[in-house]
């Protein structure tokens, strides 16, 4: 990073940070502080404390004899809400310790004496640096005796240092961050790891063994792995502020638990009492109920075929949108003790307003982080607000997934049907809107709809304005197609929701879903069906489409010619990730004979086997022959481009009034 850049963020450089931290075994916290002058990291002691929670029928007591015996720092007793619906109120003792190793010693001792421990989620290192505001992954400006002082600022930089992101995909290893490589081989992977000398690794579990088993001094040569998936530097660590997780803590993590960890530390702030055993069950509920409302969001079987003209426009966060507007949370749906309620007729549900439900109150702070990481992106290019933004994005989609998940703290399955029909509803009148301006929903996926027959790009944007205001949520135009294609569906005539690609007005092209824009595709699969997409793209208006597609037509012909005629077999291997889906199967070979995932196999005369150089396998070339075979069924068919899914739809664009 130049000095310029370091001006361009407007703080100062070199910076101290704090980097990580763990349980001290002693006393305290130890916190791991980078100093970027030197690239070192030092360790200081602190003094923070560990919070403790115990419910007993005699709470005073209780807390008076742990002072009294020295067995804590302090102790007291405090009023707190009980699940499911946080109505009454205990007494339960709170109390502080001096180290992870007391805290855990008091709370075992104290349940083998018939105590209750509360509040097990999150882990105590997390909530004592809550407690301390002490995020992880922020500026130090203060070091003073027992700790540190640090300062954050959305708009501030990520500390700059050494680090690099391992992945997998299409075949090959990915190696991201201070030296970029691309290579078929693990072994290579490792060497520039020890050459490079990272402080800091982010990857896979799999990766990270396969590194160590290939090459031992791999583990030596970086100071710290984090194990939670290859993601990039500065969305772990806008997690680990946020949740006020540190990276010691961050390993085999997921989304859903990040977003917890967010929930149950707003959750201490309302101070209601977290137990994992606490359920909300639901009542008797016919089938017809069930076929009503036990549903998902909209997601259309489309029609396949080419479309021209196309608009498709995205509600902005729309269930954590939902959520947030309407207090849906696990304790505000259906609350029995509820005396002002908001009725959701069409759902079946009715949504208490008395009190801030937790899962919305946390998701009000991302969907505003998320806004503001987009206008800082927006305004000065810089990639580090579009990673932070993603961060947060990944947070508000697993939302609405845990909330209706069985071992959620603050969903229910009630919530959870609460937001889907909500969604119906609000995409049942974004879809009349459209229809009464005469044009035509082709497809909806969740929180998208594409429309065909505008006009222009303008227009799509009046079109996106008009069904804001008919729904109240804020939509965008994601995209504005010259022409759309939805392959069919492999065996039958119908198409696919989430496989589609199109020409943008910009001459760039957007794929999703087919075989180009997935991981476990061989490289040349991939090289073949973005060099025919290419093809495609050159036609931008009807007339020229079927040029364009003979073009297509040709480039796969080609590529299953130089396959036969012999090539690189490291362009044949594949990346698989899961073995079985859906129930239990006996595994594979190759999960036998394979090192663990990622497998990186070829595919042989035998079937798939793990992929390792030289080692004379006899490849089954009709295997991959018979995969550009579905490279080309995912291209239009030649009636496709006179077929009526390609023509707009008649109807008038009088009133909707589009700039020009």
């Keep these: 990073m130049s000095m310029g850049e370091h001006s361009r963020v407007g703080e100062s450089w070199p910076a101290t940070w704090l980097l990580d931290s763990r349980p001290s075994p002693s006393r305290g916290v130890v916190l791991e502080l980078y100093e970027e002058a030197t690239g070192r990291v030092r360790e200081i002691e602190s003094d923070i404390v560990y919070y403790g929670y115990i419910y007993s029928d005699n709470p005073h007591a209780v807390s008076r004899q742990l002072v009294y015996e020295g067995l804590v720092e302090d102790a007291w007793v405090e009023e707190w809400f009980t699940p499911p619906y946080y109505r009454e109120k205990k007494s339960i003792v709170v109390f502080t310790a001096k180290s992870f190793r007391e805290l855990k010693r008091i709370l075992a001792t104290g349940e083998k004496n018939g105590l209750k421990p509360l509040n097990k989620y999150p882990h105590p290192l997390v909530e004592a640096l809550y407690r301390a505001g002490l995020r992880p992954l922020t500026r130090v400006i203060e070091l003073k005796e027992g700790g540190v002082s640090t300062i954050w600022s959305y708009s501030g930089r990520d500390p700059i240092l ?55 001094t791999v583990r030596e040569s970086v ?24 990276l010691s803590l961050m390993n085999n993590v997921t989304i859903g ?97 008395e009190r801030r439900g937790v899962v919305p109150a946390s998701l009000e702070k991302l969907l505003y982080l998320k806004d503001l990481y987009d206008g800082l992106y927006k305004k000065t290019g810089d990639e580090l607000y579009n990673a932070r933004k993603s961060a947060v994005k990944w947070l508000l989609v697993a939302s609405f997934g845990y909330l209706g998940y069985r071992n959620s703290l603050f969903g229910s399955i009630s919530a959870h049907e609460a937001v889907t029909a909500t969604s119906r509803e609000i995409m049942r009148k974004a879809s009349e809107r459209v229809g009464e301006k005469g044009l035509r929903v082709v497809h909806i996926i969740v929180d998208s709809l594409f429309v065909s027959g505008v006009p222009s790009e303008g227009c799509c944007g009046k079109l996106a304005e008009l069904i804001s205001g008919v729904t109240g949520y804020e939509t965008k135009v994601e995209s504005y197609y010259i022409w759309l294609y939805i392959p069919r569906e492999n065996g039958s005539r119908r198409g696919v929701a989430n496989r589609y690609y199109g020409l943008l007005s910009n001459g760039g092209l957007k794929i999703k879903g087919v075989l180009a824009a997935r991981r476990d595709t061989p490289e040349l699969v991939k090289a073949a069906e973005i060099e025919a997409l290419s093809k495609l793209a050159e036609a931008r208006e009807p007339g020229s489409f079927t040029g364009a597609l003979l073009k297509a037509y040709k480039v796969v012909e080609d590529y299953k010619l130089g396959l036969t005629r012999g090539l690189d077999p490291r362009l044949l291997v594949m990346t698989r990730y899961r073995s079985v889906r859906g129930g239990y199967r006996k595994p594979p070979k190759y999960v036998v004979e394979g090192e663990g995932p990622p497998y990186m196999l070829i595919a042989s005369k035998n079937g798939l086997k793990p992929y390792r150089e030289n080692t004379g396998l006899e490849i089954d070339l009709d295997y991959y022959l018979e995969t550009l075979d579905k490279v080309r069924r995912e291209l239009p068919e030649p009636g496709d481009v006179d077929a009526p899914a390609s023509q707009n739809p008649t109807g008038s664009y009088r009133e909707l009034v589009c700039p020009p």
């Design 162 to 216: 050494r680090s690099l992101v391992i992945s997998a995909g299409n075949g090959s290893y990915i190696v991201e961050g201070g030296r970029r490589l691309r290579t078929w081989s693990i072994r290579e992977v490792a060497s520039a790891i020890v050459e490079y000398r990272p402080l800091i690794v982010f990857t896979e579990p799999g990766l990270y063994l396969r590194l160590v088993s290939e090459e031992p």
């Design 223 to 246: 100071w710290k792995w984090v194990l939670g998936g290859s993601f990039s530097a500065h969305e772990y660590y806008e997690w680990s502020r946020l949740s006020y997780t540190p």
């Design 257 to 353: 638990r990040v977003l917890t960890t967010i929930e149950a530390l707003e959750s201490r702030r309302m101070k209601y009492i977290i137990q994992r055993e606490h359920s909300r069950p639901e009542k008797f509920r016919s089938l017809v109920d069930l076929i009503t409302l036990d549903r998902g969001g909209v997601v259309f079987k489309p029609r396949p075929g080419l479309y021209w003209n196309v608009c498709q426009i995205d509600f902005k966060s729309l269930y954590p949108s939902i959520i947030s507007r309407l207090n849906i949370s696990g304790e505000t749906v259906n609350d029995p003790y509820c005396k002002s309620k908001m009725s959701l007729d069409y759902a079946g549900k009715d949504v208490c307003l």
